[in-house]
């Protein structure tokens, strides 16, 4: 029922190929070209940060995901009252992670906003603006389509947590990994609860294909004339 823990996310290391030929075109001879050399130093750097934050960022997403698969909450065999309770506490860690991690989303684009912003006071007069507002907007296109990925599995993962604290306060039966409900409209909500989470299941693998969608879509944007 839940998707794959895996991104691809290779547009943080195509952002330094679509000014390297322009910044290098010429050797330091001017002051112009010692301009040219420190814009290009300061841009290094802001563009080396964000990808760091951002390799962090997957690399915590992953395992994380790694283990609430591993866990696996709605599978029957867990569906005894002990591993239910332990997975309500596995998914409210989880849940409150993908609320810090949405949160620290909007803190890194913006960190990243406000150098670009910066640097643009500094533009050389020879260096084309628009490469910088070309990658600003692939990385601006590839955050919102991480953090409507992220909404859409805290989503999920919420309704899932609905069906564990429905089940710890609801009588039920576990033999050889079937279960039944003492009374018939319990089994019904607790359908109607299940119709939600596969619902939310399907949008989560939506929004993954729409960041893949808008990760290649940026890497095409982004691509240096070297490249081809």
């Given at each position: 029922?839940?998707?794959?823990?895996?991104?691809?996310?290779?547009?943080?290391?195509?952002?330094?190929?679509?000014?390297?030929?322009?910044?290098?075109?010429?050797?330091?001879?001017?002051?112009?070209?010692?301009?040219?050399?420190?814009?290009?130093?300061?841009?290094?750097?802001?563009?080396?940060?964000?990808?760091?934050?951002?390799?962090?960022?997957?690399a915590e997403l992953n395992v994380r995901l790694a283990a609430i698969?591993?866990?696996?909450?709605?599978?029957k065999k867990h569906l005894d009252s002990t591993h239910v309770a332990?997975?309500?506490?596995?998914?409210?860690?989880?849940?409150?992670?993908?609320?810090?991690?949405?949160?620290?989303?909007?803190?890194?684009?913006?960190?990243?906003?406000?150098?670009?912003?910066?640097?643009?006071?500094?533009?050389?007069?020879?260096?084309?603006?628009?490469?910088?507002?070309?990658?600003?907007?692939?990385?601006?296109?590839?955050?919102?389509?991480?953090?409507?990925?992220?909404?859409?599995?805290?989503?999920?993962?919420?309704?899932?947590?609905?069906?564990?604290?429905?089940?710890?306060?609801?009588?039920?039966?576990?033999?050889?990994?079937?279960?039944?409900?003492?009374?018939?409209?319990?089994?019904?909500?607790?359908?109607?609860?299940?119709?939600?989470?596969?619902?939310?299941?399907?949008?989560?693998?939506?929004?993954n294909e729409e960041m893949r969608k808008a990760n290649a879509k940026?890497?095409?944007?982004?691509?240096?004339?070297?490249?081809?």
């Amino acid at each position: 029922m839940f998707i794959r823990s895996y991104f691809s996310r290779s547009i943080i290391a195509l952002l330094l190929l679509l000014l390297a030929s322009q910044l290098h075109a010429q050797q330091v001879q001017s002051p112009e070209d010692r301009a040219r050399l420190a814009f290009e130093a300061r841009l290094s750097h802001a563009i080396k940060k964000m990808t760091a934050s951002v390799n962090a960022e997957n690399a915590e997403l992953n395992v994380r995901l790694a283990a609430i698969n591993a866990v696996a909450p709605l599978e029957k065999k867990h569906l005894d009252s002990t591993h239910v309770a332990a997975n309500v506490s596995t998914l409210l860690e989880f849940i409150e992670y993908l609320k810090h991690a949405r949160a620290a989303s909007d803190t890194l684009a913006q960190n990243y906003e406000d150098s670009l912003y910066i640097l643009a006071t500094s533009l050389p007069s020879d260096i084309d603006g628009h490469g910088i507002q070309d990658m600003d907007a692939s990385f601006h296109e590839d955050r919102a389509a991480f953090n409507v990925f992220l909404e859409a599995m805290t989503k999920l993962y919420s309704d899932v947590l609905d069906v564990l604290l429905y089940l710890q306060h609801t009588p039920y039966s576990l033999a050889h990994n079937e279960f039944t409900f003492t009374d018939k409209k319990d089994l019904k909500e607790y359908q109607k609860r299940m119709k939600l989470v596969d619902a939310d299941n399907k949008e989560l693998n939506q929004a993954n294909e729409e960041m893949r969608k808008a990760n290649a879509k940026a890497n095409t944007h982004t691509k240096s004339p070297s490249d081809d």
